[in-house]
């Protein structure tokens, strides 16, 4: 099993920048594929990058050239760097981890999941 830790959700202002980061323990994080997806009270956890193993990404077209996600295998982290932030990109964002392959995959693809954190986006 692995064991995941987001850190870095914090309150910012429209079109500022922010950076999260999921760090894993307790297994080969190199063996599982990695995802954020974010969630606000009303709706569901919607999906926005998975990375494969090799770092081949992934991206919600809500985010696609906003957000950038990458891995590091040594470090066993994995982080999501933020740009052109929007009041509707508010959220808890969650880390989440799986044996299976990375792509546009729902959050019932992902096995593990970390106890999320709170981005929230002022206008």
């Known amino acids: 099993q692995v064991q995941l830790v987001e850190s870095g959700g914090a309150l910012v202002q429209a079109g500022g920048s922010l950076r999260l980061s999921c760090a894993a323990s307790?297994?080969?994080?190199?063996?599982?594929?990695m995802a954020w997806f974010r969630q606000t009270p009303e709706k569901e956890r919607d999906f926005v990058v998975s990375i494969s193993r090799g770092g081949n990404t992934y991206y919600a077209d809500s985010v696609q050239g906003r957000f950038t996600s990458s891995r590091d295998n040594v470090k066993n982290t994995l982080t999501l760097q933020m740009h052109s932030l929007k009041p509707e990109d508010t959220a808890v964002y969650y880390c989440a981890a799986t044996v299976k392959s990375a792509g546009y995959h729902g959050a019932g693809w992902y096995e593990y999941w970390g106890q999320g954190t709170q981005v929230t986006v002022s206008s």
């Open positions: 307790g297994s080969a994080f190199s063996s599982y594929s």
